[in-house]
């Protein structure tokens, strides 16, 4: 079913050069990006080489990054290095000075050796955890900068082929990727390396022959471990396809939120992003069984590598040919220790891996050239700029539709400081205009002059601060009314503001909010009405002084009195300072005065004059539009959108999770992931067996390993003494059990280590999956308000990103948890029965320590969370600007995002720093509580089997268990290092999941009503929103069925409020709202949204076809008919068939190939398909032109002309009005006049004002 929906097209192409989803959508690559791509990755998926992530390194950097390069290395190679000193510690446990063979001096100085080398251990690990973290922290900052930068500077025709709202969140949750792949994994991969590398070295320098035998397994290692990476390397880049897709649907969901929740297709959002979901969930599962494969192969070739050594030393022991049984142990343990280091490679070749393939789109996209770039400083500027503009014999088609051509040698003249309209129908072209105008596009051909000086060779940053533009949908940023009128620009004084605010009208209601000027609007503050929006946008463009003012439909919204006061202020303006004024417009009543009326045409100029010259030709086309717009009835009233508003206060209480969020975090968390992953209890115990078995064949080694070193120590040594052959037949004789013994102990292993690797990658996957959908579908039932308090960009953020840190907790690293608790205990239990339990007791010691450090780092989770919160903060910033990039770059507003961001992702790197800090200080303290307890057990059992107390193999034995748990210590500590991340994560989930909503949009309770009549009831309704006066007060209105209600009054009237309350987006304060007498609190949330169909003033459209986006939530197969006919009602067929793909045409990101009419008419057969008996419609035919106004008003008249409904308007034209059975005038949140159009007239009251006015 899904298929057939619009959501998994949503990143279809627009553009047959626009590949559509992330990893191929931020760019296609080209001869001028010179990425240093790894060879092997030619044919097939793209990669880079490592060292090209630190390409943004400056000399500190580079400096910092090779210094602690050369720690790592030094660090890595301490542990092979503890194999020389085993020569004189074989010395100083053969001694013929003492009857116990120990020479304790010798043992003394041993220990100091030990010392030394732990202290060089601690110390470089120290240094260089600090500084991979430091290097990283800077590495990604500066990525992250780079690519906003990039981003809010690249072509406006970019953006439009791209989703980049959505890749943001992407970017994000990638770039964390790649910086741990630079911090911890590249330590370890370095660390590893070194210790492979020095181990072998020294292997071959103290037997070369034993170890050229063990390493012949060495290729199939390689070769295994190559598979694995191009394994992970191949199914990263579908998994990040199918991850796009999945935010895409997340991101399209909240930004739609309120029309998919009038439709009830929240359910169809979930099933769609399980389905994308699912999709990752098969491939990473079905990569999980070869790797499985591989990682078991590679433990059992690790054994059969010892197996061979002890084969082959039973042969040099047999022949009498080691000059040093000394030299030969030393060889074991360097091949040991070395290869032990390859198998632990894995983990963070793999983290490597991945970031490689994820970063090769993001630096493809940064060597991408914008073909406008506003940061060049390139271009002329105009010293004296008057405001002279031309136009010359201009062409010009969309990049997203080159076929389509907008402008047809066009020319136009403006001189400086007039008043020119610009009128025509829909497609004209009068909108490119400004964008051209803007340099947001180029000339296809002829050019564009100001002040006789082609635009071109302008320096474009200087070019868009001379030209005010406020757009027809203006779009506000989350932050203070302040910064969105300043835009951020220097020089904007608070005062400038404030002048600015009077003259557009916006002072009298910003005093009103609770901080004034301070008040925070956008996403997470304030939600301000259209209207209101318009006039703080036209504020924003006057308060910058431009040359040149454009309004594109600016005061299309606005009404009368508010339109008149703006038109006031303009005319005022362009007189006193000279500034040349255009206006885009279907109003030609607001437009008689100007000095200049351009009309337009298919991209042409057909007349231009003055009004009076136009009106003269009486078979012109302005001619035509004026007397069409004069049979058309005046406008009254306003938008009707409320005032100031923020989420209710009665529901403020669970609207912010963030104080939620930090009680949560804690022990509950962990429960409720163990809840989560109960499911796949059954592959926990089979994951757990495999653990098991591989964390106790370690303690099973260090038992041959001490058997050996007693071999060697004593057996060989009395051959030396004695040469009697008995003793080399004894060692040989043991050895060949033990190759044996391994040989079949490898098989277990290799069996074990691919059970715990699938099984717990099995476990990941599911409960990663059912994070994902926990997450979302609890996010898709949350009521309004919350969505009101939460950013788009935060709420994406966190659903792209919290499931894969909580599913941490299960996955691969929950196994390596619990192979290190299974070596730790298996350990102690060799040590106390077949080692010293006197030595065992001591060694016991060290684990609550441990345990206290690990607790006292996990309560740092606090402070961890701050910052992922910050880091959502910024995401949410840098995506907004992104989604408004043509209000960001007409403002010039670049550097005041980047600043913004950069102060922001500054406080995320020091907190990174300070972690990398605080980890290094945890670890190294742990591994000093090891290797203090190893070296403090070396000498005081040095001194016990001198006098007796326990023998030499039991010392060896619990030697070697402490090393093993210092490996056990380790692994578990890598664990540890994400686990506040991935409590974070489920902590926020799990507060979102268990979260009391006060309306649930997936509520089953409530009466399931089938039909209702209609009959609409506010009954004393008091409703305010967060902080402010009431937006509704003791608000009383009886709409009967059947009838046509049209609401209309000034903006901040409280009449959209209505709307919201009719279908429990909220719920009022006070007093009851009821459908056919029955209060909508008792009945089901879906089932009363499902009786109203309602069109917005700017509807929204998803990606996908046409089809499925006027069926949207139901199943298009089956219902064909009843499409095509909701679509005639609509006056939507004609266009539709004229597309080639008819019905099938693919429509666009939020229906971006579609004009606003014919948008508009999609979502009236959208709600004429829904056949509900309640219509509520917003402003439906604002911003249009008289065409596709008579258009829609007659599709309406159609609906209410084939069934019976109640209808529920609100609207500033008579049109909607004159006719209607009732119109009431509402203001401040109450209803002062209602009556018919003749009423009210006879009244003289507030309606008959507006009328007065509008026909003035």
Known sequence: MSSRLPFPKMLSSRHENDEGVYLKGLTPRNETQKLELDENSKGSTPSMHFYSLFRHANWIDKGLLSFACLMTTMNGSMVPCMSLVLDNAFRAFQSPLTASHV??????????????????????????????????????????????????????????????????SRIHEDTTKIRDAMNLKFHDAVKYTSQFWVGYLIAFTKAWDLSLV???????????????????????????????????????TIRGIRTITSLNAGGLAVKTYKSKAQMVQDENLNRAKPIAGMVGLLFGTIWIMFSVGFWYGQRKVLQGNVNSSSHMFQAIYAIVVGTLALGELYPSLSAIAKAKVIAVPIFEFLATKSTIDASSNDGDIISNFEGN????????????????????????????????????????????????????????????????????????????????????????????????IDGGIEGISPDDVIDAAKLTGAH??????????????????????????????????IVRKPAILILDQATSVLDVESEKQVHKVLNHLTEQTRMTAIYITHRLSTIKNVDKIVVMAKGTVIEEGTHDDLLQNSGGMYHSMWNEELAQPKEVGSTGEDSAREFPRHFSFSDSLHETKQQSMGGSTWSKAIELVRPERKQIGYGLIGAAILGCSYPVLSIF???????????????????????????????????????????????????????????????????????????????????????????????????????????????????ACFITTAAIIVSFFSGSWILTLILLCIYPLFIGLQLIRFGKGKHHANCLSLLNESGNLASEAIHNIKTVASLGSEEDVLSRYTKMIHEVAKEGRRRGQWYGFVFESSQALVYGTYIFLFWYGGNLVADGSITLEALIRTLMTVLMAAHGVEIAFNYFCDTEEAVAAINTIVVLRDRVIPIDSFDTNGDQICKTAGDLKFHNVNFAYSGQANALENFNLHIPFGKTVVLCGPIGGGLSTCFALLQRFYDPSSGHISIDGVDIKLLNPQRLRSQFAVVDQEPILFSGSINENIAYGVEV?????????????????????????QYKTQIGKWGAHLSADQKKRIAIARAFFKEAPILLLDEVTSSMDTQGERLVRDALEKIRSVRKCTTLIISNRLSSAQNADLICVVNDGQVKERGTHSELLKENGMYATLIRSSAL
Request: charged content about 20%; glycine content about 6%.
């Open 389 to 484: 503009i031309e136009f010359k014999d201009v062409h010009f088609s969309y990049p997203t539709r080159p076929n389509a051509s907008v402008l047809q040698k066009y020319s136009v003249r403006i001189e400086a400081g007039q008043k020119v309209a610009f009128v025509g129908p829909k497609g004209s072209g009068k909108s490119t205009i400004s964008s051209l105008l803007e340099r947001f596009y180029l000339p296809d051909q002829g050019n564009i002059f100001l002040d006789e000086k082609d635009i071109q060779n302008l320096r474009i940053r200087w070019l868009r601060s001379k030209i005010g533009l406020v757009p027809q949908n203006p779009a506000l940023f989350t932050g203070t009314i302040r910064h969105n």
């Open 508 to 541: 009298e209601f910003i005093i009103r909010l609770p901080e004034k000027y301070d008040t925070l609007v956008s996403d997470q503050g304030v939600s301000l009405s259209t209207g209101q929006k318009q006039q703080i946008a036209i504020a924003r463009a």
């Open 214 to 252: 063990m390493a012949c397994v060495i290729p199939v290692i390689a070769i295994t471990v190559a598979y694995m990476l191009r394994v992970i390397r191949g199914g990263a880049k579908t998994v990040h396809e199918h991850e796009t897709e999945a935010d895409a649907v997340v991101e399209e």
């Open 705 to 819: 390993i001490g058997k050996t070193m007693a071999d060697l120590t004593r057996g060989y040594a009395d051959f030396a003494r004695t040469q009697d052959q008995k003793y080399l037949d004894r060692i040989s004789v043991n050895w060949m059990a033990y190759g044996l013994s391994l040989v079949a102990v490898a098989y277990v292993v290799a069996l074990s280590a691919g059970m715990k690797s699938y099984y717990f990658r099995f476990m990941h996957e599911k409960l990663l999956f059912r994070l994902r959908i926990t997450h979302f579908s609890s996010l898709c039932r949350q009521n309004m308000g919350f969505f009101d308090q939460n950013s788009t960009g935060k709420l994406t953020s966190e659903v792209a990103t919290c499931a894969a840190k909580g599913a941490h907790l299960a996955g691969e690293a929950l196994g390596q948890l619990a192979e």
């Open 103 to 168: 020479d304790l001096p010798g043992i003394t100085a041993v220990t100091f050796k030990y010392i030394s080398i732990a202290i060089t251990l601690l110390g470089t690990d120290s240094i260089a955890c600090f500084l991979y973290a430091y290097v990283a922290e800077r590495q990604v900052k500066a990525l992250r900068e780079k690519v906003l930068r990039k981003m809010l500077y690249m072509n406006v025709s970019w953006h439009e082929r791209r989703d980049n709202s959505l890749l943001w």
């Open 1117 to 1141: 197969r089956g219902h064909e008919e009843k499409i095509i006919q909701a679509a005639i009602l609509a006056n939507a067929h004609g266009f539709i068939t004229a597309f080639p793909d």
